[in-house]
């Protein structure tokens, strides 16, 4: 995937990940959105070649709320 098609994807895919911290942490969507920007997780996640896109945006925001109560990201290991 290019550069910009992996931009394009990203757009799609980062607003049901903020929506979902939202109301999981129960907080307006600008800050869900500011907390997701400034997280380890999203400088992950907007380089395609960590592979973090073929997670879902329930995984993602799982892996997003562990990284805000706990500092640290402990991702699934896969078979």
Known sequence: MDNDSYIGFMALHSHPIVENLSQ???IP???ALDLFYNSKIYRLYE???TKLWHFSNVALTDLLNQEITTGQIKFP???
């Open 24 to 26: 999981m942490q129960n």
């Open 29 to 31: 969507k600008k800050n």
């Open 47 to 49: 380089r395609e070649n």
């Open 77 to 79: 290991i896969e078979g």
